[in-house]
């Protein structure tokens, strides 16, 4: 299977608002259900230790309150985001690293733990890199049926963002200036800010890196070129960096979702957003006969630094060009349809209602149910585009003047009514067919 997931950040520097916008799209097998997980802020008495997918660590005195995205079988994230507004998204990545005997921490892993354990950024940051310095991660024996690999991470919060990328227990870590996309390959050249304390030696001894070529080159040190796995992760990077550098001072949310979307094979990194089927490679990821991974998940975070709205996260299910972002808000108690999902497909899982949804389309080879989902979705996307940052605001003055438990409630209302929508629209467009709904939303006959 190729790798294939694309995270990306505009910092408030690049940004229509004035806010830090961070994207991701997840890439995972096309069965493989992620629904979110919603964890509260706790308490750990202690010495004691957690239990991650193959490694136990020490706990931290406090884990704080986050939502993730998780593949149904995993103990950590794709990405997600906490009640400190950090949001972290990872990418597989190939280096030369060899093939490890014991297990190592997973990049989901270190993803939950960023989340439970950072209240900025940078302290995610440090977070990620000691684990990785003292545990380590990359492709290991013994992992069974989960596929282990290299990572490369994006953290962000309102403030500023980063960059980490891994090879073994070796990591480079990099500052976002203004926008940045990253994929399935190492980009971290000698622009680091930080460097794991066995970097360069490590890369000497191997015979990667020589002295006098000066200061270390992390990619070309450690990154496979020769790897099949990167699924186009150079084009699909390319044509991420490429349209966030042309809307730089314009990003708002409606472009982050238009990129998450977008269905360019990455030829020409700068041409207008594709909606039209893609050809194999693309940042919206679709499953083919050959390889079977599809874009399983998919956030956009509107985070703020000013006070004078809540974060609001969009979250959508499987293709995002079929899909819905749906608000979220940790503050309230996110809808159970939301976290539902496992092996088996079920109605009660909003994840395996878009999964049936995206097979219905691909019963039509013309593109016209592809067009009416895309239309039946239109306006519930910009309803909720324009009710969710009122609510943000409402909810934001409501805790500001101690109201929280109302606010709250009034925040899971809201996401508890938007979801049953979805639901219902879901339903309707599986059993009436997407044309049919799409025609009688606009009064044409069928």
Not at 61 to 75: E, L
Not at 149 to 178: C, M, Q
């Amino acid at each position: 299977m190729p790798f294939s997931c694309d995270t990306m950040v505009a910092l408030p520097n690049a940004t229509k608002g004035g806010q830090t916008l961070f994207a991701k799209n997840s890439d995972r097998p096309q069965e493989e259900s992620q629904p979110l997980v919603q964890r509260d802020r706790e308490a750990h008495p202690g010495g004691t230790f957690v239990r991650c997918q193959f490694l136990e660590i020490p706990q931290a005195a406090v884990t704080y309150r986050h939502v993730g995205s998780r593949p149904y079988w995993c103990w950590g994230y794709e990405h997600g985001f906490n009640e400190h507004q950090v949001a972290i998204g990872n990418e597989a990545l190939a280096s030369k690293i060899p093939v490890f005997e014991e297990p190592k921490l997973l990049g989901m892993d270190l993803v939950r733990l960023g989340l439970e354990r950072g209240r900025t950024a940078a302290e995610a940051v440090e977070v990620i890199t000691d684990l990785i310095t003292t545990y380590g991660q990359g492709r290991f024996q013994g992992g069974a049926d989960v596929g282990t690999y290299d990572n490369g991470f994006l953290v962000a919060d309102p403030h500023e963002a980063y960059v980490i990328e891994t090879a073994g227990h070796e990591w480079a870590v990099k500052r976002v200036e203004s926008t940045l996309g990253i994929s399935n390959i190492h980009s971290i050249g000698t622009d680091w800010e930080r460097l794991s304390p066995s970097a360069e030696r490590h890369a000497i001894e191997q015979g990667w890196w020589q002295l006098e070529q000066g200061r270390l080159h992390f990619a070309e040190a450690y990154c496979d070129f020769s790897s099949r796995q990167f699924g186009g992760g150079p084009q699909r990077r390319a044509r991420s960096c490429a349209v966030l550098k042309k809307h730089r001072g314009e990003i708002d949310v409606r472009t982050m979702m238009a990129l998450l979307r977008d269905h360019s094979n990455g030829e020409d990194p700068e041409e207008p957003f594709r909606e039209e089927p893609p050809n194999g490679i693309s940042i919206c990821w679709h499953y083919t006969e050959e390889v079977g991974v599809n874009t399983a998940a998919s956030l956009v975070a509107d985070l703020c630094a000013d006070g004078s709205r809540l974060p609001v996260y969009w979250c959508s299910f499987y293709s995002p060009c079929l899909g819905v972002f749906l608000p979220v808000f940790i503050q309230g108690q996110i809808p159970a349809a939301l976290t539902i999902g496992d092996a088996e497909p079920s109605d009660k899982s909003l994840w395996w209602l878009f999964r049936k949804l995206e097979r219905a389309v691909r019963q039509d080879p013309s593109g016209e149910a592809a067009a009416a989902v895309r239309a039946v979705w239109r306006g519930f996307q910009d309803k909720l585009l324009e009710t969710a940052y009122q609510i943000a605001a409402e909810a934001r003055q409501m805790i500001d003047a101690g109201r929280d438990e109302e606010a709250a409630q009034k925040l899971t209302d809201y996401m508890h009514r938007n979801v049953q929508q979805a639901q219902s629209t879901l339903q309707d467009m599986l059993t009436r067919g997407p044309l049919t709904v799409a025609n009688s939303r606009t009064g044409r006959s069928t």
